[in-house]
């Protein structure tokens, strides 16, 4: 990266800013809007879910979509995140405010052994070294009994174990605004971010580093021939992908007030794999227009809540099949470079 | 002594539950690079048809188990006609393909808990009985269940090495255009590969279901076993599979035994994690361009 790169050659023909700008001021305007027209508790704890899982796919998209590495680590990223914060508050008193960018950091580092773990790995091979790093965390949270303190009668233990951390506080909303308005703090900072995780993975897509990943992407060997180092990209990619969802796993913690070793469920895993998939793998775009519309999905699903596996397997096989660059892709003219 | 013995009979039994199940996973991996994530629901799918003929319809195990065997089949086939030639031509065919029969196990499982319900069933096809072998209780369905495994794995291996077909699958294997070019009809070996993958899983999951219970997600666990065998062994390994499977049973059963029951898949999944670091081609492979 040290020769100077034509521009023309580094600008991504999919990159409109013009267009992306006009959606974003949009969509800006409707989450701050939205909770104020109608101040419904039920659609405003909606609103954070999905937040919360807009900054945990678009960090997801930067790995997987567009560096092309079939990790799915990334709900445990997200859990050390939140288990990180939650403990911090709950052992050492440590604000969740502060807990939160201490969270982002762990993470980053966890993330970042994941990513040591599989330099030489490829395809599958990611997959299955990620999920039995997933599944090993959540058997060792849950079958946790080791007394590390004891509350009262009942002893806790390091992690919680199958129960799960709680009683370590939240961020305080009910304090600054008061009862009535307190969902909206947790609104706004699940908001805060989303936003924050969409404009870094923004500025990294668009980004000659998003270039080096997708070059790596798309022909390892030829990319590395280019003077494109593999692995320094590689651990880049793991790092900087870490930061906001284990901040947005801190979020969850607080606004839940509550953690539990049920978010290294497989199914959760695979309900944001399908977010992502179906939004539109590597698009920027993508993560936002997946998580909207598996939520909404979700939602239409509560009537037939038995189906709701079945309905969502089928559309992620049919999405996959049939449309293989996602719901973002719909909207293109030009047929899919990837 | 008891211990020990207890330990290693244990271990086999795992063993040969691993065994079947890893086989018909690494067979399609090493000879069509398709991840079927879909594996445990083929073996969800198995127990509940033996249990639906024999249990529900009341017929004899000589036309249950058949039956339940060619659901198996059915069931490979429809993923081959359904998601693997559909995205065959895709160029990240890989990684689709995960993603597409995670889909299908989904829905199946789903179908499976809506036709049965969530709640765990008794498979009626077991044997009863066992005997004693130094005060340690061995039932027949266990020998049965090792057995079996070990006939068919014996089988599986001498039809990949010895015979037309498993030439065929081996030529697929190490270059799809080669052997395309020299007539074979890849199609076929497709079809072939995915119908005995699907026809292991039920009987891995008919032999399961006779040892522990029905439940629309007993396949999940057995399918990690089944990933972990095929890491360790090599994934696409036939013979190794083997050997791994028992080696992982008895040492599973040994950890249950000695460490405690709460260690042993968080020690498999970081034997997975180091293998993967530091023999991605597995510890039983002798070389990269050996597949199957």
């Known amino acids: 990266m040290t020769m100077p790169i034509d521009p023309d050659l580094m600008r991504d023909p999919d990159q409109n800013k013009r267009r992306d700008l006009t959606i974003a001021a949009a969509a800006i305007v409707v989450c701050v809007v939205l909770p104020f027209v109608f101040p419904n508790r039920y659609l405003i704890g909606q609103g954070v879910t999905l937040f919360l899982w807009v900054a945990v796919v678009s960090q997801w998209n930067l790995v997987f979509g567009v560096g092309g590495i079939f990790s799915l680590a990334q709900l445990a990223i997200f859990a050390v995140g939140g288990y990180s914060a939650a403990m911090l508050a709950l052992y050492l008193n440590v604000s969740l405010w502060f807990g939160m960018f201490l969270g982002g950091l762990v993470a980053t580092g966890f993330s970042l052994i994941v990513g040591l773990a599989c330099l030489r790995l490829s395809g599958a091979y990611v997959a299955l070294l990620t999920l039995a790093l997933a599944t090993a965390l959540q058997v060792l949270i849950i079958t946790d009994t080791t007394c590390f303190m004891r509350q009262g009668v009942t002893c806790m233990t390091f992690t919680g174990g199958s129960r799960g951390l709680s009683r370590f506080g939240d961020f305080g909303f009910t304090a600054m605004l008061g009862r009535a308005n307190a969902p909206l703090g947790n609104y706004f900072l699940a908001f805060a971010v989303a936003l924050a995780a969409m404009l870094f993975a923004y500025l990294v897509i668009y980004s000659p580093i998003g270039l080096a990943f997708r070059a790596i992407r798309d022909n390892k060997l030829y990319s590395i021939g280019r003077g494109i180092s593999s692995v320094r990209f590689q651990l880049l990619i793991f790092g900087a992908s870490a930061f906001f969802t284990g901040m947005a796993g801190a979020v969850f913690a607080g606004h839940y007030r509550a953690i539990g070793a049920n978010i290294l469920d497989t199914s959760l895993l695979l309900f944001l794999l399908s977010m992502m998939v179906i939004g539109g793998l590597g698009r920027f775009w993508g993560p936002l227009a997946g998580t909207t519309a598996l939520l909404l999905f979700d939602e239409a699903m509560k009537e037939l809540g038995e189906w709701r596996l079945a309905g969502l397997g089928a559309i992620l096989l049919l999405s996959v099949i049939f449309m293989p660059n996602g719901i973002v892709g719909l909207f293109r003219s030009r047929p899919a470079a990837r | ?292």
């Open chain 2, 1 to 292: 002594m008891d211990t020990f013995i207890q330990i290693v009979i244990s271990g086999l039994v795992l063993g040969s539950m691993y065994s079947v199940s890893a086989i018909g996973l690494t067979l399609l991996w090493g000879a069509l690079n398709v991840l079927n994530m879909a594996h445990g629901a083929f073996l969800v799918a198995g127990g509940y048809a033996a249990y639906y003929f024999g249990g529900y319809l009341g017929l004899p195990a000589y036309v249950a188990i058949p039956g339940a065997l060619a659901t198996g089949v059915v069931l490979g086939l429809l993923v081959y006609a359904g998601v693997a030639r559909p995205l065959r031509k895709n160029a990240n065919f890989e990684t689709t393909v995960i993603i597409a029969t995670v889909g299908v196990a989904l829905v199946i499982e789903n179908l499976v808990q809506k036709g049965f319900g969530a709640y765990p069933l008794k498979q009626p096809l077991s044997l009863q009985g066992g005997f004693n072998i130094a005060q340690t209780f061995v039932p027949w369905n266990s020998v049965l269940v090792c057995v079996v495994s070990i006939v068919l794995l014996v089988l599986l291996d001498f039809v990949v090495r010895k015979t037309r077909y498993g030439r065929m699958i081996r030529a697929v294997a190490q270059n799809y255009e080669a052997a395309r070019l020299m007539g074979i009809r890849t199609g076929a070996v497709y079809r072939f590969v995915f119908a005995i993958s699907g026809l292991m899983a039920a009987i891995s999951g008919i032999m399961l279901s006779t040892a522990t219970t029905l439940s629309p997600t007993m396949g999940y666990d057995p399918m990690l076993k089944a990933f972990i065998v095929c890491v360790i062994a090599g994934l696409g390994e036939v013979r190794g599979a083997l050997i791994a499977a028992f080696a992982l049973g008895v040492l599973e059963a040994t950890v249950q035994f000695q460490l405690g029951v709460r260690f042993a898949l968080p020690l498999l999944l970081l034997l997975v994690v180091v293998t993967l670091i530091f023999r991605p081609q597995g510890l039983l492979r002798k070389n990269e361009a050996s597949r199957l």
